[in-house]
């Protein structure tokens, strides 16, 4: 499902509100979600699940192509950890 979709789901559902109202809504839940990711706090969402991020230490790699050494920073990347309702519902 696409964000667009999403809205456009949630704006059928709930004929009193104004697609636009849906749109701002869900714009202002994922901008607040990332911006949490981006100061480094996780986001629960009881049942849903957990959005965070992990740090990764740097390393040495290597270019497949090539197969010369590449020296990779450290750096953070998110994560999604489904919740236990989520899996149970998913898993039926």
Do not use: C, W
Request: proline letters at 2%; glycine letters at 6%; hydrophobic letters at 35%.
């Amino acid at each position: 499902m696409t964000k667009s979709e999403l809205i456009e789901r949630i704006a059928m559902n709930n004929s009193h509100l104004y697609a636009s109202d849906v749109e701002r809504l869900v714009t202002t839940i994922f901008d607040r979600i990332k911006k949490a990711m981006i100061d480094g706090n996780r986001v629960e969402l009881r049942g849903f699940g957990v959005f965070g991020t992990k740090k990764r230490n740097s390393r040495v790699a290597r270019n497949p192509k090539t197969g010369a050494s590449v020296s990779v920073q450290e750096k953070s990347v998110p994560y999604f950890k489904a919740g236990r309702i989520l899996k149970k519902r998913i898993n039926i």
